[in-house]
């Protein structure tokens, strides 16, 4: 088909810019609603087809005092710090090994990141598998709480 405009035409110099009155295309007014404005009323089609699930509540969410954070601390932490822990009397000393109780820090968990040196004895309420193993190889022990 054969074209007697321009396809863009942004009709520079012109006063009204095809909109006919120049009042006309001013303001946001004439754009029908700009974001979800509009959804329960003119633009309900478009919210039945595309959106359906927009109105109302779905789902069920747990209490936050039912879910259980857990706070976890890494092997490489425990390493570093160990020194200073015995130093404070939050680790003691059993023969060579020394013996961290996690839960005085503040921990639930122990997990594998990082390397370990030292046999340490470790007392947690959780380990990961990762953990576990790293601190047998050494030679300690991972003691569940």
């Avoid at 088909?1 to 006063?15: C, D, P, V, W």
């Avoid at 699930?53 to 390493?79: C, D, S």
């Amino acid at each position: 088909m054969i074209r007697k405009t321009r396809k863009i035409n942004k009709m520079r110099g012109s006063r009204s810019i095809g909109g006919g009155c120049t009042k006309k295309r001013r303001g946001a007014g004439h754009k029908g609603g700009k974001g979800k404005a509009g959804l329960g009323k003119h633009h309900w089609t478009w919210t039945v087809k595309n959106d359906p699930n927009h109105f109302g509540k779905y789902g069920f969410k747990r209490p936050q005092k039912m879910i259980k954070k857990i706070n976890p601390v890494n092997l490489g932490y425990l390493e570093d710090n160990c020194e200073k822990l015995l130093e404070n009397g939050i680790a003691t000393m059993e023969g060579d090994s020394i013996i961290i109780d996690v839960t005085d820090l503040g921990y639930d968990k122990v997990l594998g990141k990082g390397k370990i040196l030292k046999p340490l004895i470790i007392k947690s309420p959780m380990f990961s598998a990762s953990a576990e193993e790293k601190i047998q190889e050494v030679g300690g022990e991972a003691i569940k709480l």
